[in-house]
């Protein structure tokens, strides 16, 4: 009698276990879902050559593909030459917003920066890549 009480108690448990796959499924797949709601235009941009000591800014497009607001939190540089501004307000689903990297080099020569973007539906920071070359400004002196 103590067997067949153990046995139905797993039988039961094992059971269990099996109903609680699908309701994970469905939150997987609609955490997923969320995570995907921006499309960037361009996730890396080459601006080629730029003058040394003079600020460029470089624009990355994003368009809310989803079905709910997205928020845009905070955009990060990845240095003190790279200022940041981007979209404050609300993007409704199928509007557009943007991020802006200013990039200001001080030393010549090629470059990859990184700016980091965080939205209120996406835990883990897109990043997004500026590179080129960054030539020697002229000093002005002839010879």
Not at 1 to 24: C, E
Not at 34 to 61: L, M, R, Y
Not at 76 to 88: E, F, I
């Amino acid at each position: 009698m103590k067997m067949i009480k153990i046995s139905m108690l797993a039988l039961t448990l094992g059971l269990m276990s099996f109903s609680a796959i699908a309701p994970v499924k469905t939150l997987v797949s609609k955490v997923a879902v969320a995570a995907s709601s921006i499309v960037w235009k361009s996730e890396t941009i080459d601006v080629g050559t730029i003058p040394q000591n003079t600020p460029k800014p470089i624009v990355f497009e994003f368009k809310n593909t989803g079905k709910t607001t997205v928020l845009v939190t905070n955009v990060q540089g990845s240095c003190g030459c790279t200022a940041t501004d981007y979209t404050k307000t609300p993007i409704a689903p199928g509007k557009s917003g943007t991020v802006t990297a200013t990039y200001n080099a001080a030393n010549a020569g090629a470059f990859t920066k990184t700016v980091s973007v965080t939205t209120n539906n996406d835990a883990t920071p897109k990043v997004l890549t500026i590179k080129g070359t960054v030539v020697a400004a002229s000093t002005g002196v002839k010879s």
